[in-house]
Structures are given as structure tokens and as C-alpha cells.
């Protein structure tokens, strides 16, 4: 009843291919941003660091997968090494021009990591599905090596780790361990607004189109004009920008350094399960997907000491894996396409209501 | 339905495209052997032919998908032994398929509007901001975009996933996105397979408008010999590959070879 388009009319083309073209949905946005933002000025340090924080990063490298294995259809199993390359290359970079903004760094390794994503995409033109996985392994696996054995990577660091250091933008510092976890937690939110958007642009025009043509029937695109080989490397390249950012805010403005270990294959399993959960093809469901993966766990941890339940905390963290895991198996019957088609169900019958149909 | 005339009407131009001996064979499986045809600017021609005869293969060699070991094709003047497929595309052939290859997982619209892809240009810069230019342009095709759906008669069914249309929409938003491409030289293999009547009556009307209103040059593949001799000014058969017949409609009706081909020989 209250979430219905009725009596607003579109006039131009132009307000039919917005992107919300919905008012209450445009409301909807606005409330999130401003809670978003706003956020730091009643949530303790432990929502901003251990939640927040991480959730949008997960969120961000979501978006980056998603817009490579859900919008073109080529599932990678190389996001973590992809991750790895934004920090290493924000690192670096930073250790060799210090003076230079750091937040500038951090987009720009996003770009080392598109280079390098890009190069390790090339077997798509030849190769689908899992056995394309199979070759990003390939990225996996070198690039984790690359990592651990090129001693330049991390300043010939006796310990083998990377260590954030400090830099400040107008004055405020941003990374490093003496920054605030307000100032971080602004920073990291900015930047994952700002690139959500870029990426729902992108998915609403031309190549958005373009890769879900070579997404749902390549020779169909192909025949229409489309060259795949292009079409597949832009989005290992984009899909890779977004991961390698993920990577280079995950060191600087969350972990304040990093081990090799970091960026193994572990990390890329859980950015594909992410958007499995939360749904291919969409960006809100890369959100979903994260906050299902990693905020759900840390608040069941909770809800023991919430309800004033007296459980050892080993037991608490057994408990968290069963019913996550239980969860997962829920979500998936209930949608196999996803938290995204969830939602989206949601919104039609929250049209319709108080009718069935 | 017009009644087919063996006069060479004025609509029909000059050669649109040629194909000189071509073949092509898959390891021992000749699928074509030595097939010449042209296809004038203007007209509706058909392909015919009994199952394997060839016909989806002539196309896929037409619009570069598959590359002849031997021939030549002419289109609008350039020869060549072998196209790449979006060169095809942006010379102007555009394709439909005979088991309906639509964008599943997108929209009627944005399935039509990726058909406009080739003609849009407007920089990665400006769709990353999706707008001014990329705006504009995105409306400017739209408009398009719209006037096809207007032509199809399928707005109520732009916001649905193609997925969930009946197949015979399904056919019909499949040739609004090859009618976005403004192509010159549309193919259309087998439009009207699986159809009842009334849709097939749709389908011809629509393909009859395509070719008046557009001037649009048509090749079609199609099963249902009242529907091709109907729709189309000449008429090529194929038959094992090998080109058996090639004139209009009522001289390949009366063709033995053709009748031999289609209901047998008495041994």
C-alpha cells in the first residue's frame, strides 16, 4: 500500500531509464545514506572497526566479483590474489611517494590490480565456467607466490608482512595505527558509495548490456557486433579494480597490515560465496550477501550474553557455524537466485498488498 | 496474403550479396558443396530445404560465424573468403536463430536495446557517470528502441524478463533486437518454427511490413512451404548441401528436382 508507483508518471525517456525510478525507492536511498554517514556520531568503536568497517569492504570485493562473475558470466576464483595486488600496490606506492594523498593511492592500485586482472582474463576467450576457474587458480596461486617471494613487494621486511604506515589527509590521519576508527570508517564508506554507484551506472547503460549479452548467449552478442574478447577482458579489468581497492582499504584502513596468508584462496572462496548468497546480477545483493556472511555471525555471538544465557564462548562459536551454515541452506531452497530475488519478490508484494496479485 | 507475382517488381534492386561456390565441410561431413545464389537489394528470399540440407549453415557462413574452405562472398561490393562475425555486424547483417537465443536474464527492452550497441559511441568516461552525453544518448536510442516496440506491438511486455515470455513473444522480441541493428541484409532462420497459425500470420505480416516500411533485405530459412511461397520473390533449394533449385516460387514448385527432393523417389 505504501510502496506503490501509482500516480507517478513518466514523462520523459529519460526519467524511465532512471535508475530509481521509483520515489519511494529514491527515499529509501536517501534515509540509508544519511544513516550511513551519520553513523559515527552514535555507534561505539567496536560497530565502526569490527563491523562496519570490514562489512563494507567484503561488500565493495563483492561488487567486483560480482560484476565479472554475475553481470558477465565468468566465475573467478582469483579475487583474493586480485585483492592482493591493491595492497601490495598501495603500499608500494606509498612508500615510494609518501607525501602523495593516500586515499589518491588507494584508487590508483585499483588500477595495478585491473593491469593485472586483465592479463590473467585472457584464457576467457577460449574457456567457460569451471575449467575458466580452474585458470584463475592459475592468478591464485602465482600471484600468492609473487607475494611471499618478491622481498621488494614488502620492503624487505624481515617479518614478510606489510606494516601500515601513517598518513594524513588535510591534517586528519587517516591510516596508521593512531587513526580513528570515525575517520576510517567515513573514508571506507565514501569510497564504497561512490564506487557502487560507478558500477550501477556502468550495469545501466551500454556495457552493462554488452556484458550480460555475453553473459546469457555470447554467440548471440557476438553476431550482434559484440567482440567477446574485449568485452570479457574490460570486465576482468573493472571486475579487478574493484577488488584490488577491496584489498588496498582492507590493509590500510581495516587490518593496519597484512600477511601473504591474507590473500589466499580462502579469501576468493568467501567473496564467491558472498555473492552466491546474496545473488548474481546484483548489487544489492553483494551487500546481502556480505552482511549474511559476516555481520550474521558476529551478532548471533551476541545474542547469548543479549538473552543472559550463561554459554561457554567456545560453545557460542560452535553454535554460530551451525546456524549459519543452516542458514545458508535455508536461503538458497527458499532462492536459489539469491537474497537480491528475495527482496525483490518483497517489493512486489509489498505493491500489490493488501491484494495477492 | 499477397499473392505471389513472377514479375521482377521495382522494389528489387541491384545484388546486395553473392555467394560464389562456397564450401564447407565439418572433418568428412560436407555440409555445403559448391553453392552459388545472390540476394538482391530489396527482396525476400528464401532458403528451403529438406532436415540437413544446409540451410542454418549457409546463414552461420553468411554472417561469419563459420568459415567456407572455399568460395567467395560479395557483400555490398567488398569480396571476401571469410568475415569475422561482427564484421557482418557492422556491415549491416543482423540475425535471428532458429531456437530463440534472447538475453534471458534481461528485459524486452534492454534485449532491443542492446541490438542499438553497435550504434552507440558515447565514451567508458561519461557511462561511468551516466550522464550528459551517455544520457542523451541512452535517450536518443530509447526513442528507437520504442518505435520498434510500437511497430511489434509488444509494450505491455517491455519490463519482463524474455525468460518468462510464451515463445512466439519470445520470436517477436528477437526480431525487434535484429530490427534495432537497422540492419540491410536481415536473416531470419526458421521465424515461424513452432507456431500456431494465428502467430504465423502475425509473424508473416510483421516480416512483409520489415521489408516495405524499412526496405529492409530479407533471407529467411523456413519449414512451412505455404509461408515461403507466399512471403518470398525467389526461392534457392538446398538439398544435401547441394543446390538443387534457384528461381521464384512457382518455378521451384514446379521444379522436379525439388519435388524428387522433398516427397522421395520411386526406385
Known sequence: MFYREAGQFKTSYASDQAIFPILQDRIGIAVILVAAFSLPLYANDFILNAVMIPFLIFALASIGLNLLTGYTGQLSLGTGAFMGVGAYACYKLTSIWPDVNIIVWVICSGFFAAGVGAIFGLPSLRIKGFYLAIATLAAQFFLEWCFIRIAWLYNYNISGAIEVPQRTVLGVIVTGPRATSETRYIVVLAIVVAMTWIASNLMHGRIGRTWMAVRDMDIAAELMGIRLLPTKLMAFAVSSFYCGVAGALMVFLWYGGAEPAVFNINQSFTILFMIIIGGLGSLLGAYLGAALIYILPIVLRFVPEWLGIPIHAATVEHITFMIVGVLIVFFLIVEPAGLARLWSIGKQKLRVWPFPY | ?267
Open chain 2, 1 to 267: 496474403m499477397r499473392a505471389p507475382d513472377t514479375a521482377p517488381r521495382a522494389r528489387v534492386g541491384d545484388v546486395l550479396l553473392s555467394v560464389e561456390d562456397v564450401s564447407l565441410s565439418f572433418g568428412g561431413v560436407k555440409a555445403i558443396s559448391g553453392v552459388s545464389f545472390d540476394i538482391r537489394q530489396g527482396e525476400i528470399r528464401a532458403i528451403i530445404g529438406p532436415n540437413g540440407a544446409g540451410k542454418t549453415s549457409m546463414l552461420n557462413v553468411i554472417n561469419g560465424f563459420y568459415h567456407p574452405q572455399q568460395g567467395r562472398i560479395t557483400f555490398k561490393g567488398r569480396t571476401r573468403a571469410k568475415m569475422r562475425p561482427y564484421e557482418a555486424a557492422y556491415g549491416g547483417i543482423a540475425r535471428t536463430f532458429q531456437n530463440v537465443a534472447l538475453f534471458r536474464g534481461m528485459s524486452a527492452l534492454d534485449n532491443i536495446m542492446a541490438g542499438r550497441t553497435l550504434k552507440m559511441n558515447v565514451n567508458f568516461f561519461w557511462q561511468l557517470l551516466r550522464y550528459g552525453p551517455a544520457m542523451r544518448e541512452e535517450v536518443e536510442h530509447r526513442r528507437v528502441v520504442e518505435e520498434i516496440i510500437d511497430f511489434l506491438k509488444i509494450q505491455e511486455i517491455r519490463r519482463t524478463p524474455v525468460g518468462r515470455l510464451p515463445y512466439g513473444l519470445q520470436k517477436r522480441v528477437e526480431l525487434g533486437r535484429a530490427l534495432a541493428m537497422q540492419p540491410e541484409l536481415l536473416l531470419l532462420d526458421e521465424p515461424m518454427a513452432g507456431m500456431n497459425l494465428e502467430e504465423k500470420e502475425d509473424m508473416s505480416r510483421f516480416i512483409l511490413d520489415v521489408n516495405e516500411y524499412y526496405g529492409t533485405t530479407i533471407a529467411l530459412i523456413e519449414h512451412d512451404m505455404g509461408v515461403v511461397m507466399d512471403l518470398s520473390d525467389r526461392v534457392v533449394v538446398l538439398d544435401h548441401g547441394i543446390k538443387i533449385a534457384d528461381g521464384t516460387p512457382d518455378e521451384v514448385k514446379r521444379d522436379q528436382a525439388v519435388i524428387d527432393a522433398y516427397l522421395g523417389v520411386a526406385h
